[in-house]
């Protein structure tokens, strides 16, 4: 019975050695472009139902980049990469408003190109420039993203001036995952997968 209890430790001892070893560490991760535009609220048909004219569809705030995250070893699964956007708007005052918002991808393969985007509402651009018809992306001031990997800062891209202008002045929310907009259900294979709930 003793012998099968060192058996045993010995066993479970290993084991998690070897689970630590083959953990999955982020090196870095390479944000290569920073793009932001308007899109159109999209216009979807359904069966069964009648159909609805929308003559003016009101214009989100798009902001896409391009990653490739570098793990410990290529091809490997990082499990988790939380991305945090910061967008600078010119408001109607011709103060700056930072809006910020978190997207979680899943299952980022190393050494892939994968692209991210987040959008902001119509209501939120309008109550901010005063102007609820159409956004001019003039109004943006700058942009910018953080990667992290378990709280750890592992790359980023700002298209504003340099140095970490969000933190110089007081952020608020307003910037959603695609889940969270009309554009879910849309360039699906384009996009990393997003954690349930984000």
């Keep these: 019975m003793k012998r099968l209890s060192i058996l045993a430790i010995t066993l479970f001892t290993v084991t998690v ?8 560490q982020v090196e870095k991760v390479d944000v290569k472009d ?22 003016n569809p009101k214009d989100w705030l798009e902001v896409e980049v391009e990653f490739e995250a ?10 988790e990469l939380l991305f945090r956007y910061y967008v600078a708007i010119e408001a109607k005052d011709k103060s700056t408003k930072v809006l910020t ?12 190109e994968y692209y ?3 959008y902001i509402a119509p209501q939120t651009l309008g109550t901010i ?3 609820f018809r ?40 307003g910037v959603l995952s695609r889940e969270k907009t009309p554009f879910a259900l849309l360039w699906i294979d384009r996009y990393a997968e997003v954690k349930s709930g984000d």
Excluded: C
Aim: net charge positive; hydrophobic share 35%; no cysteine.
């Design 17 to 24: 050695l070897s689970a630590q070893a083959q953990q999955v």
């Design 34 to 55: 920073i793009k932001f535009d308007t899109q159109p609220t999209p216009q979807f048909q359904a069966g069964n139902v009648k159909s609805k004219n929308i003559p």
């Design 70 to 79: 570098k793990a410990n070893e290529r091809e490997a699964v990082i499990p």
């Design 101 to 112: 918002g978190d997207v979680t991808h899943v299952s980022v393969v190393s050494g892939e």
């Design 116 to 118: 991210s985007a987040v």
């Design 129 to 131: 420039t005063g102007d």
């Design 134 to 173: 159409r956004f001019q992306t003039g109004a943006v001031k700058a942009v910018a993203v953080e990667v992290f990997f378990n709280g750890v800062s592992k790359g980023g891209q700002s298209s504003g001036p340099s140095g970490r202008w969000w933190e110089a002045g007081q952020t608020q929310a």
